[in-house]
């Protein structure tokens, strides 16, 4: 009975972590054309949203420099 209860305890947290995951991923990928395109509430309060190459990302606030800009 314990290994039952073991094996199940394992499987939540082992499927937990695949939700997770999809859930960290899904909100890096949607995609925009401007910053205002993105969700606002999409990262933490320390980043900012930003749309980078048709996606929004969350990167640091400041001086954002382009090495290629085109």
Excluded at 55 to 60: D, E
Aim: overall charge positive; proline content about 6%.
């Amino acid at each position: 009975m314990t290994e039952i209860l073991k094996f199940v305890c394992v499987m939540i947290i082992f499927l937990s972590s695949f939700i997770v995951s999809q859930n960290i991923d899904s909100g890096g990928n949607r995609r925009c054309f401007r910053d205002s395109d993105c969700p606002k509430n999409m990262c933490p309060s320390y980043l900012v949203v930003k749309c980078l190459r048709s996606n929004c990302k969350c990167v640091r606030p400041g001086l954002q420099v382009r090495l290629n800009p085109n």
